[in-house]
């Protein structure tokens, strides 16, 4: 699919790294579940922690960057959130379900 902001997950980014094959994301292992926004992907792992990746412009990644340089093309914690037993995402926003 398309990989224009890294929402592929596998170190690329751009139009030349859109992909119509599946392919692995870089650095997930044990993963609970996984979605999707618009331009950004999401999984929880086994241990209740939550990576995301791919457009971040408005902080949809939750890793405390935002803005036109913090786009990520591989999995990022999602700070200071534990527990988390459900992520899914919007246009460019991400919601979770913790206790």
């Known amino acids: 699919g398309n990989n224009n902001q890294g929402e592929l997950g ?9 992909r119509s094959t599946p392919g692995s994301v ?4 044990n993963v609970r579940s996984i979605s999707g926004g618009a331009y950004h992907s999401l999984a929880v792992l086994e241990s209740g ?9 408005y902080g949809q990644l939750g890793n405390g960057a935002s803005g ?3 786009d990520s093309d591989v999995p990022v914690a999602v ?6 037993r459900n992520m899914d995402g919007g246009y460019v926003h ?6």
């Open 49 to 57: 922690r939550a990576r995301a990746w791919g457009y971040n412009e």
């Open 79 to 84: 700070k200071d959130l534990l527990n988390v």
């Open 26 to 29: 870089i650095g997930l292992e």
């Open 94 to 99: 991400t919601l979770a379900v913790a206790p």
């Open 68 to 70: 036109a340089a913090a």
């Open 10 to 18: 596998n170190g690329y980014h751009g139009d030349s790294a859109d």
